[in-house]
């Protein structure tokens, strides 16, 4: 590996050089001012290892020249948003996945877990000269080694979420895979997933509502506007058919400026004779309670009053810009990106 990391802040690991100009001498390798990261790789000691990019390079250079960043980290490298290298905990450090191909082996280490699967011609590709693996097949690695079908379309969501990777070339990268392990459970997961996800937790709910309603046509953060073309809001998920909406409500949503906001919200949806159905950060403990609540939103929707006339609409005004593909968001000038694309900066 060539020390032409351009990424600022990355300390690159050097090898030891008798001179002591290109990396430590032999002494100073056995001193306290080097930390050894690999087999005769060295960083100074002062180098933060739980740095999520630091431990990225750490890994890719200590295993050799053909080594590249996949899974996670190439998402996490390329800047996607939802891939931190952590557990299910928020916490925990997740080993840093490395492709090698089939052709290449090297010993194990802690905190790296070396894939010798091959690799198609053109899989691999410098972003800031770190070699890593092309969107599709980063999110590839992920999904198929995923223990859950949330888990799996968590990742092909939360890609998408930052315009890494469109479903369409997702899944014809899927079908060049064949009939590797995993490969079904990732097949499944394009399909259920969605390039308008917002979050994690909004994949999470989606895929609970699936499972209690599974015949909904369930739209993802769709703008709702009133009969003039004023925007009204925008829900997590709705059910336009049933007129039942979904909001994820997070630890967050405990601040008071915060609840404030979502009263209004929960107010403006029954002036508009929308049933909406909250799941709570709780939930993930109690996988029946968003279940059961939606179920009796559900149930309201059925019986309620029904106005001749909704008194609000999905058809987009012409001043609009809609977002709710990787297609249209990748197409959006930076300006139009900072005026369409401003919730993400919260």
Not at 198 to 221: F, I, K
Not at 245 to 268: A, K, M, N, P
Request: hydrophobic share 40%; charged share 25%.
């Amino acid at each position: 590996m060539s020390p032409s990391i351009t990424r600022h802040g990355v300390v690159v690991p050097v090898p030891v050089d008798p001179a002591g100009v290109a990396g430590p001498t032999p002494g100073q390798a056995r001193g306290p001012r080097w930390r050894r990261v690999a087999k005769d790789l060295y960083v100074p000691t002062g180098t933060a290892s739980t740095d999520l990019e630091q431990r990225i390079v750490e890994a890719v250079v200590g295993c050799g020249p053909t080594a590249a960043a996949t899974g996670w980290a190439a998402l996490a490298w390329s800047g996607a948003r939802w891939f931190r290298g952590t557990g299910p905990d928020g916490q925990q450090p997740l080993p840093v996945p490395v492709a090698l191909g089939d052709r290449r082996a090297v010993r194990a280490r802690a905190g790296v877990e070396i894939s010798e699967d091959w690799l198609f011609e053109g899989d691999v590709v410098l972003h800031d000269g770190l070699p890593i693996t092309v969107p599709e097949r980063s999110v590839s690695y992920e999904a198929r080694r995923a223990r859950t079908m949330t888990a799996a379309v968590t990742v092909v969501d939360m890609a998408a979420y930052d315009d890494l990777v469109d479903l369409g070339a997702l899944a014809a990268y899927v079908r060049r895979l064949g009939s590797r392990p995993g490969v079904r459970r990732l097949r499944e997961a394009v399909d259920l997933a969605d390039e308008n996800a917002w979050s994690p937790q909004e994949v999470r709910m989606r895929l609970r509502w699936r499972s209690v309603a599974p015949r909904a046509g369930l739209l993802c953060n769709p703008p709702i506007f009133d009969l003039d073309g004023r925007h009204l809001v925008t829900p997590d998920l709705l059910d336009p058919a049933a007129g039942v909406v979904g909001e994820y409500d997070g630890r967050i949503h405990l601040q008071e400026s915060t609840f404030r906001r979502d009263l209004e919200r929960d107010s403006l949806y029954r002036d508009l004779g929308l049933e909406l159905a909250t799941m709570m950060s709780t939930d993930g403990r109690d996988a029946d309670a968003f279940g059961e609540r939606l179920r009796r939103c559900y149930a309201r929707a059925r019986t309620g009053d029904v106005p001749a006339l909704r008194p609000w609409t999905l058809e987009q005004p012409r001043w609009w810009t809609s977002t709710a593909t990787v297609a249209r968001r990748r197409a959006l000038g930076q300006h139009e990106r900072v005026i369409w694309l401003r919730h993400r900066a919260a």
